[in-house]
C-alpha cells in the first residue's frame, strides 16, 4: 500500500493535492511526491524487504500508485549491482560497481519512471498520454501504455536511434518524428496538449516519473546493506534519475533506513550537449539552453532541461561535480566496459566510464573511494550509432 500524502512544489513548498492529474505547480517549478514517512517507518522493516518480489514495487508504500490493480509492471527495477573488480584494477578504482539498467524492460532506466507515471495516471484516469522523447522513454512509454490499455502519442527527434522508432510503433504507440531536438518536441506536445485531450508526461513535467527513477536509490541501498558508496556517476538529460536518487536517499534517512552519509553525485554530459556542466563550472543555479545540441549519446541530447536547479543542487549539496566528455571518449568508454565486464552498455553508459577517467586524472577520485557507475541503458538500443562510427 502507497502512504503518499499530497504533492509539493519544489520551488515554493506549496502543497497541491496527490488525486488530481497535474503537470508543474503555479510556478512553473516540478511537484514532488509526499508520503507519510513516520507511517512507514513504523509500518516496513527495511530488513524484510528482502522477501519482496524483485521489481522496484517492493517499494510500493514510497511509490504513488494506491490501488495496487493499477500498477503496470513488466518486471522492471532490481537490476543487478555488478562487481567489476578486472575493469576497477585495470583503471586504478578496486573498488568499482556497475548498476546494469540496461536489464530493465525496453533496455533502460526509463522503464521506472513509465511503469510509475502510466500507472499513476490510469489510475487518477487518464486515457491519452503524450511524451517528447530523446528515444528510450518513448519506448517505454508505448510499452507500458500498451500494457496499461492506454493510447501514447510520442514526439522523437527524427534522427533519433531507429530502435526507439521501430519499438515504439510495434508497441502500438502514435509515433511522430519531428525536424529538431527533444525540446521541440517538447514545444508541439505542450501546444496540442489540451486540445488533444492528452496528459504530459514529459520529464519532471508530471510528479511520478521521478518516483520510478528514485527506486534506484532504494536499490542501491538495498544492495550495498543499507550503505552508499562514495561517488556516483550518472549521465544526465532531463536529470531525473540523479534527482530521483537524491530524493531517495532523504526519504531513506527520514525512515531511518540509513545514516547522512551521502555519496559525491556526479553528472556526466556530453561535450556537445552540456548545460548542467557550464552552469555548474559557472556557479549558477539555471543552466542556459544549450545551442546546436549534438551528441552520439541519444538520451544526453536535452539542451535545456526543467529541473536543472534541482540537479545543480544535488551534485552542490553532495560535494560532487559535472563533467563533459567527448564523443570519442564516451564510445571507447562503451567498448572498454564490454570487453572487461561483460555489460554492452549504451553510449550513456560508456560515458560514465569515460568521465570516472578524467575524475581519476584529475584527483577528484581516489583509488580508495567506492564508486558506482550507473550503465542506464543496452548498447542494443544504439546499434545505428555503432555502425556510423564503423566499430
Ligand atoms: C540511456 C539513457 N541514459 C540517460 C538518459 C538521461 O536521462 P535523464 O533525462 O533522466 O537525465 C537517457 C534519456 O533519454 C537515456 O535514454
Request: hydrophobic residues 45%; aromatic residues 8%; glycine residues 10%.
Amino acid at each position: 500500500m502507497s502512504f503518499l500524502v499530497d504533492l509539493i512544489c519544489t520551488k515554493t513548498a506549496q502543497p497541491y493535492p496527490a488525486d488530481e492529474l497535474l503537470n508543474l505547480s503555479e510556478e512553473g517549478a516540478p511537484l514532488f511526491a509526499r508520503y507519510d514517512l513516520d507511517a512507514v517507518r513504523s509500518a516496513v522493516d527495511r530488513d524484510a524487504l528482502v522477501d519482496r518480489e524483485p521489481t522496484m514495487w517492493r517499494y510500493a508504500e514510497v511509490l504513488p500508485v494506491v490501488d495496487p490493480r493499477f500498477r503496470v509492471s513488466l518486471g522492471e527495477g532490481y537490476t543487478p549491482l555488478m562487481q567489476t573488480r578486472a575493469l576497477g584494477e585495470h583503471i586504478g578504482v578496486p573498488h568499482l560497481l556497475v548498476k546494469d539498467e540496461g536489464l530493465n524492460p525496453t533496455g533502460s532506466f526509463k522503464a521506472r519512471g513509465l511503469s510509475a507515471a502510466v500507472s499513476r495516471a490510469a489510475e487518477l484516469g487518464a486515457r491519452d498520454l503524450a511524451i517528447p522523447s530523446a528515444g528510450n522513454a518513448g519506448g517505454a512509454t508505448a510499452a507500458y501504455s500498451a500494457r496499461a490499455g492506454l493510447k501514447s502519442h510520442i514526439f522523437m527527434p527524427q534522427d533519433v536511434p531507429v530502435a526507439n522508432l521501430v519499438e515504439s510503433r510495434a508497441l502500438g504507440a502514435d509515433v511522430q518524428l519531428v525536424d529538431g531536438l527533444i525540446s521541440d518536441c517538447g514545444r508541439i506536445v505542450a501546444e496540442r496538449k489540451s486540445r488533444e485531450g492528452w496528459f504530459d508526461v514529459s520529464t519532471l513535467k508530471e510528479p511520478y516519473r521521478v518516483e520510478g527513477k528514485k527506486t534506484m536509490g532504494y536499490e542501491l541501498a538495498e544492495q550495498m546493506s543499507w550503505t552508499l558508496p562514495d561517488v556516483i556517476i550518472y549521465p544526465t538529460g532531463g536529470g531525473t534519475g540523479l534527482i530521483g536518487m537524491w530524493k531517495a536517499f532523504a526519504e531513506m534517512e527520514e525512515l531511518g533506513w540509513i545514516g547522512s552519509d551521502r555519496p559525491r553525485m556526479v553528472s556526466v554530459q556530453a561535450a556537445g550537449c552540456a548545460p548542467i556542466v557550464r552552469a555548474f563550472e559557472e556557479g549558477a543555479h539555471h543552466a542556459e539552453p544549450w545551442e546546436d545540441a549534438r551528441t552520439v549519446a541519444a538520451g544526453l541530447r536535452v539542451p535545456s532541461a526543467v529541473g536543472d536547479f534541482l540537479m545543480l543542487r544535488a551534485i552542490r549539496d553532495s560535494g560532487g561535480c559535472a563533467v563533459s566528455v567527448s564523443d570519442e571518449s564516451l564510445m571507447a568508454g562503451v567498448t572498454e566496459m564490454a570487453a572487461f565486464t561483460g555489460i554492452f552498455p549504451a553510449p550513456e553508459g560508456g560515458a560514465t566510464l569515460a568521465c570516472l577517467k578524467s575524475l581519476l586524472a584529475s584527483g577528484f577520485v581516489s583509488e580508495r573511494d567506492r564508486v558506482v557507475l550507473f550503465n542506464t541503458g543496452s548498447g542494443l538500443k544504439y546499434i545505428d550509432a555503432f555502425n556510423v562510427r564503423g566499430g
